[in-house]
């Protein structure tokens, strides 16, 4: 039982932009300016000039609907759009247009992993919302010299997921976005990897406290840290014997610490009221239909990898955690199908696919795909996977040497990237990875020049040979590396192994 010593209670306000939508949410202007110069992307509406009226964008709606049912939560019959007034300069309308009451998801749920086995995060709401333009600040926000303000993303629909108090500590926290994350992009609804995709107010309370707001914070990462921070800072003050109050806080990124930035708003501070220029949309009925176009989630697919490819429940939770490798892993065994015409061990494959490449990634700090422009590449091509691993199948090659290509593929500058074999892809991918075997000098040594390596190891080493005889298990290990160091490292250790062993009788 995880006990929760301070009594820490979080709750995640997320702002999700439905960043793959064509359009933003009240007008024609398109989403895609990430790439663009600042305030190109606008119009009369997303500049909130006086006089112009949003159209409500049904895409939006959809996305947003796809996000509630994924989050098994309660569609409403009806929704409706509220102003929620207040002044900043991203906002120039002087409101946001919002959802107060009636919003278009309640009371849903997301399982993650917490301290202690399975934890259930409630949703309290999913609400579709305006996103402001962004203000630069230059230097930190507390102290800059002046701001510039960006309306590109002014207009961009924004789906606001408030979840109930449920988290316990930090590391629970960054469990829920990374969950929260996963099934969002299951859904195709959104693009984490771009700027300003995903922002998070969090509530966090200590036993006794009142909660502080600590709002905008850019990444996972941040929330995780930004949480920690602000554990110590309320135990500090409850320490001190001071109260900590209700307050919004920021939290600086470059320094890793929250500041005060003011008391805390009440909802009648906003003075939301409906409306006026978009009537109550009635979308109980949409609700089935989308339901039928849901995509299968990360928990259903990593029950599956685990069932259908007999894999450890680590590795499918891993694969399924992010989709782009759920969906690399099973072309490689798609593609390999086809090349070779016969199945791939599912194992094999997860082992050296989640086991070896995944974690090499990781530890370089790499992702699998990375975008050129519009268009998405993978660092590492399925072919070569595919071509390693139907060596490795065949003997061709060592597990040794399919690390070495792998690193040599890793430490090219773009990866194995620049070349994407087209016809007969297991082919030429082969041919590509043979050329690098062979000149490195690493092809596999064939099975004759490893016997006569290993007759002459033990010819040329008979204290060893005696040793072993004597019963030093350990003496076998020099002449293993007598063999390797003759074969230059082509042979496959354990065969020399074994054939040393027969040998020696
Ligand atoms: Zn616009």
Redesign the pocket.
């Known amino acids: 039982m995880y006990e929760n010593p301070d009594g820490v209670m979080i709750g995640l306000e997320v702002h999700v932009q439905l960043n793959k939508l064509k359009t ?1 949410i009240f ?3 398109a989403t895609d300016y990430h790439k663009d110069p600042p305030n190109s ?7 909130g000039l006086p006089g112009s009226l949003p159209v409500i964008n049904k895409k939006a709606v959809e996305a947003a609907i796809k996000v509630g049912l994924a989050l098994n939560c309660r569609i409403e019959e009806y929704t409706q759009f509220y102003r929620k007034n207040y002044y900043y300069p991203d906002l120039p309308k002087g409101f946001q247009i919002s959802q107060y009451d009636f919003p278009i998801a309640s009371k849903g749920q997301i399982i993650i992993e917490g301290e202690d086995g399975e934890l259930i995060v409630r949703i309290t709401r999913a609400h579709l919302e305006e996103d402001p333009g962004r203000l630069v600040h230059e230097g930190t926000i507390d102290r800059s010299k002046y701001t510039l303000i960006d309306y590109n993303r002014s ?1 961009m629909a924004l789906l606001e997921i408030v979840s109930d108090p449920d988290l316990r500590s930090p590391k629970e926290a960054r469990r829920y976005l990374d969950k929260l994350r996963n099934i969002l992009e299951y859904l195709d609804v959104f693009d984490g990897d771009l700027e300003g995709a995903l922002r998070v107010d969090a509530n966090i309370s200590i036993m006794g406290g009142q909660r502080a707001e600590i709002k905008n914070i850019s990444s996972h990462k941040g929330a995780e840290r930004a949480l920690l921070f602000e554990i110590v800072r309320q135990k500090n003050v409850v320490r001190r014997g001071g109260v900590v109050v209700q307050e919004t806080r920021h939290f600086d990124e470059a320094r890793e610490i929250t500041l005060s930035m003011r008391t805390k708003e009440e909802a009648h501070d906003y003075r939301y009221f409906p409306e006026p220029d978009l009537m109550p949309l009635k979308v109980s009925g949409w609700a089935p239909e989308i339901k039928e176009t849901l995509p299968e989630l990360p928990d259903a697919r990593r029950m599956r990898f685990i069932k259908q490819y007999g894999i450890t429940d680590d590795q499918a939770k891993s694969l399924t955690g992010e989709l782009v490798w759920a969906d690399y892993y099973e072309q490689v065994l798609k593609i390999y199908e086809n090349e070779y015409g016969e199945k791939l061990d599912p194992k094999f494959a997860a082992a050296w696919i989640n086991d070896y490449l995944k974690g090499e990634m990781n530890y370089r700090g790499s992702t699998l795909t990375y975008a050129v422009g519009k268009v998405s590449h993978h660092l590492i091509w399925h072919e070569y996977t595919v071509a390693i691993l139907g060596l490795l199948k065949h003997e061709k090659i060592t597990d040794d040497n399919a690390v070495i290509i792998f690193r040599n593929l890793l430490d090219s500058p773009r990866g194995g990237s620049d070349w994407r074999p087209v016809k007969k892809a297991a082919d030429s991918a082969e041919n590509y990875v043979m050329r690098i075997l062979e000149e490195k000098g690493l092809l596999k040594v064939e099975g004759d020049i490893v016997e006569t390596a290993a007759f002459e190891a033990i010819n040329e080493n008979p204290q060893a040979v005696a040793d072993y005889k004597a019963g030093k298990e350990k003496a076998l290990n020099s002449l293993v590396g007598a063999v390797m160091k003759k074969t230059k490292g082509g042979a496959d250790a354990r065969k020399v192994r074994e054939i040393l062993l027969v040998k020696l009788g």
Do not use: D, N
């Not at 992307?41 to 500049?47: A, E, M, Q």
């Open positions: 933003k007008c024609g202007c992307h606008v119009c009369p509406v997303c500049l207009g």
